[in-house]
């Protein structure tokens, strides 16, 4: 009976003696560390959803009505300017314009006969005047009926790509109907909106945003080989959204980019006095991101932040946390909403640093 009290007592004891060295171990082997957000001059790239225009796009409408007698051009087509694209059937203002044309050799030979009896004194130079002005407006007849013809010849204003063409051979086009459109794609524009206080830092930051040189991101999140570059901010803000609009040309040789496209337009951002933190500090729920902070009594409270930009490891902090905030930097995976923790203090500058060097 005594062999067996010594027995399980000495089990009791080596039970207490593994759960205390599980409980050492399991504290030794969490450990944390805690650094602060640090305030920074710099700059990110930010993308912005973009519009992507030709530098020349219009319509073609015929400025005559008539029945659609020739096509000359395909849709798809690269055509040149000046080249005949359509033609409306021309018969009736052909015989307008020869009928103008009869009408001005008439008034031609009116004012010959006026001016030689008027040298005569057969009729009086009012006379002779009046078969003058005759004579202008059948001119003016004759110009009026070339332009109508003319109008029945519908040619490309510049070179370009033609669009969808609705109408067939032999349709009844009215004044003004659309035939289709032409596209200038030799340099594309792709429109964009910035936030007012994104284009206060970029219009005044000058010398640290470097060049205008902005890159675009296609549909298929590959980027355009070709640089573009920051020409034209519009002169008024949207009162309802609050943003301007920016515009960046493209060069577009391999004609890839077409009217319409969309695309997404990376720009560099500066920004005086930024907050950052590094990316490993924050943890993500439901697209929304949050840190640990650490308060007086070293537990852990989760914030949750919003992002301004973004850079290689780093995040520029919009809201949700101050400089004066110690953060959680290592060890989230094992971090629980208001453990105490005992952890070390990591300068932000060398944090900072030491990220920038693993990303080069």
């Known amino acids: 009976m005594k062999r067996k009290v010594v027995f399980a007592g000495l089990i009791a004891l080596l039970s207490l003696v593994s759960c205390t060295t599980k409980k050492q171990e399991k504290e030794e082997a969490v450990k944390f560390s805690v650094t602060k957000p640090l305030v920074i001059d710099t700059s990110f790239v930010k993308v912005y959803v973009s519009q992507i225009r030709s530098v020349r796009n219009i319509e073609i409408r015929t400025q005559e009505k008539g029945f659609l007698q020739n096509i000359y051009v395909d849709e798809g087509q690269f055509v040149n300017a000046g080249q005949v694209l359509f033609r409306i059937m021309p018969k009736m203002y052909e015989a307008e314009l020869l009928k103008a ?49 003319s109008f029945t010849e519908i040619r490309a204003p510049f070179s370009g790509t033609i669009d969808r063409i609705p109408k067939k051979l032999g349709s009844l086009i009215e004044e003004g109907e659309l035939l289709t459109s ?41 980027p355009l080989k070709y640089k573009g570059k920051v020409e034209v901010i519009e002169s008024e803000f949207d009162s309802e959204t609050g943003n301007i609009a920016f515009r960046a040309s493209f060069p577009n040789p391999d004609k890839l980019l077409k009217n319409g496209e969309t695309g997404q337009v990376q720009m560099k951002v500066p920004v005086k006095n ?13 697209d929304k991101k949050y840190v640990f902070v650490v308060d007086k009594n070293n537990k852990l409270k989760s914030k949750e932040i ?20 110690k953060i959680l930097f290592e060890g989230i995976q094992k971090a629980n909403e208001n453990d105490k923790i005992k952890y070390d203090y990591l300068d932000p500058k060398k944090v900072i640093s030491s990220l920038k060097l693993k990303s080069e």
């Open 101 to 149: 044309q009869a009408e001005e050799k008439a008034a031609e030979i009116e004012l010959l006969n006026a001016k030689t009896l008027a040298d005569k004194n057969v009729v009086s130079k009012s006379e002779q005047a009046m078969a003058q002005a005759k004579l202008q407006q059948a001119k003016a007849e004759v110009a009026i009926a070339s332009l109508h013809l």
């Open 182 to 222: 032409l596209s200038d794609n030799s340099k594309m524009y792709a429109y964009f909106n910035v936030s007012e206080p994104e284009y206060l830092e970029y219009q005044i930051n000058v010398k640290d945003r470097g060049d205008a040189n902005v890159t675009l991101l296609l549909a298929n999140g590959q």
């Open 274 to 286: 930024a907050l950052v933190i590094p990316q490993k500090a924050t943890y993500e729920i439901q």
């Open 306 to 325: 919003t992002i301004k930009g973004e850079m290689s490891d780093l995040y520029v902090i919009n809201s949700g946390i101050t400089v004066d905030d």
